[in-house]
């Protein structure tokens, strides 16, 4: 099954996207900050990252940058 995580700061945007993947059959993570979503990303096996770029203290921009330069799995 295919995992997507999805990193957004508002609640309701999660959830929202959220309920859209699991009526398609996706297995949905959440993280509302980079700091959850490292910790995801360490402990499980994510397919595809749904990633907001106006998130409070690192942006998704940042994040990216970092996963990029990084070897998480």
């Known amino acids: 099954m ?3 995580l999805i990193i957004d700061d508002e609640l309701d945007m999660r959830n929202l ?3 859209m ?3 398609s059959n996706f297995r ?4 509302e900050n980079g700091q959850q979503a490292y910790e995801l990303l360490k402990n499980e096996e994510i ?3 749904l990633l ?3 998130l409070p203290k690192k942006d998704g921009f ?7 330069n ?4």
Do not use: Q
């Not at 940042?62 to 990029?68: G, S, T, W």
């Not at 990084?70 to 799995?73: D, F, Q, T, V, W």
């Open 2 to 4: 295919t995992t997507i």
């Open 17 to 19: 996207i959220e309920v």
């Open 21 to 23: 993947l699991l009526k």
């Open 28 to 31: 949905t993570l959440t993280a």
């Open 47 to 49: 397919d595809l990252i």
């Open 52 to 54: 907001d770029v106006m």
């Open 62 to 68: 940042e994040i990216l940058r970092n996963l990029k």
């Open 70 to 73: 990084e070897k998480i799995n």
